[in-house]
């Protein structure tokens, strides 16, 4: 019998259109949520029928220490997205990126990977800074999406 491959929740990574956005160290926000609608039906008093009813999908948060290059790539992704949003000759609505995030196991295999369509950035989040302050400067991203079932 071979032993499970255990998903460890420090590896992952997250790659948006084929570009690798770099390390994070936190990913918050992998949710679907269903919301059933409830029938009763006529002479039925022992229970109500549950229809299948909107799924909804939480936004996306990553955090992580801020480096120059994986910080870099972030902001020209960033850029290069709300810059095709705003071109006056873009025919067409922006359908979204896709992204996928993947778990790894301990031997950086996949354990699994949640392919997310029509991700859209809703916010960027820069570092507190400080003169007083010592600890490391953070960023965190915040993507919204249409789904990854």
Not at 21 to 33: E, I
Not at 80 to 90: F, G, M, P, R, V
Not at 134 to 149: D, N, P, R, W
Request: glycine letters at 8%; a negative charge.
């Amino acid at each position: 019998m071979t032993a499970p491959r255990l998903g460890l929740a420090m590896r992952f990574r997250v790659v948006v259109d084929g570009l690798n956005l770099g390390n994070w160290a936190s990913c918050k926000g992998l949710k679907l949520t269903c919301k059933p609608y409830t029938l009763r039906e006529s002479g039925n008093v022992e229970y109500e029928e549950i229809l299948p009813g909107e799924l909804s999908y939480a936004p996306i948060t990553l955090e992580r220490a801020m480096d120059a290059s994986s910080s870099k790539t972030v902001q020209n992704w960033l850029r290069s997205t709300y810059t095709s949003w705003l071109d006056e000759a873009a025919a067409e609505i922006f359908p979204g990126s896709t992204a996928q995030i993947t778990l790894l196991d301990g031997a950086q295999q996949t354990v699994l990977t949640w392919s997310l369509r029509g991700v859209y950035p809703i916010a960027w989040t820069g570092p507190t800074l400080s003169a007083k302050d010592s600890a490391v400067a953070i960023e965190a991203l915040e993507l919204t999406h249409k789904g990854f079932l």
